[in-house]
């Protein structure tokens, strides 16, 4: 089922990155959480930001189309022992290639490349979170307002910062 990329935040108090996707179709969200370089990078490019030199998501957009290829779409495909997997889809000169990826990956990579972004419904069904109606709205403005002011740089390891 297809679902959005409601962005990347830190989840307090252990500042650990997590990607919230919501279901398009309905009131489930699917909070996945990442570490911090694949956060930096989902939130580079939701961001727009374009490094001086590509980061390698965007190496592997490059090759892909240096190689003929596009990228059809990502698939969050399973939850197995509490790790979530992902697919890659592409299309090699009308050949549909699967590509098994970490969803972090998958969901960097799909911003890049404007692809749509899907979970299993079985995924959804397992791991979805539902939120109601009145929390629903406080939590997508505070997110929002947690996107305003956040910067990739949030998401450096300490050493870096």
């Not at 698939?75 to 022992?81: I, Q, S």
């Not at 590509?99 to 979970?119: K, L, M």
Request: hydrophobic fraction near 45%; glycine fraction near 6%.
């Amino acid at each position: 089922m297809p679902v959005e990329l409601i962005g990347v935040r830190l989840q307090l108090p252990t500042n650990q990155p997590v990607v919230l996707l919501r279901e398009s179709t309905g009131d489930r969200f699917l909070p996945i959480w990442v570490g911090a370089v694949e956060a930096t990078a989902i939130a580079y490019a939701v961001e727009g930001l374009v490094p001086m030199r590509p980061l390698t998501h965007d190496l592997l957009k490059l090759v892909t189309e240096a190689l003929g290829g596009t990228v059809s779409k990502v698939v969050v495909t399973e939850l197995r022992d509490a790790v979530f997997y992902a697919d890659l889809v592409l299309d090699q000169e009308g050949e549909e290639v699967h590509v098994s990826a970490r969803p972090s990956d998958a969901i960097a990579f799909a911003v890049r490349t404007g692809s749509p972004i899907f979970a299993a419904p079985e995924v959804i069904d397992e791991a979805g979170v539902e939120i109601k109606d009145a929390e629903e709205e406080t939590e997508i403005e505070r997110f929002r307002e947690f996107l305003d002011e956040v910067t990739p740089e949030d998401f450096a390891p300490p050493s870096e910062q």
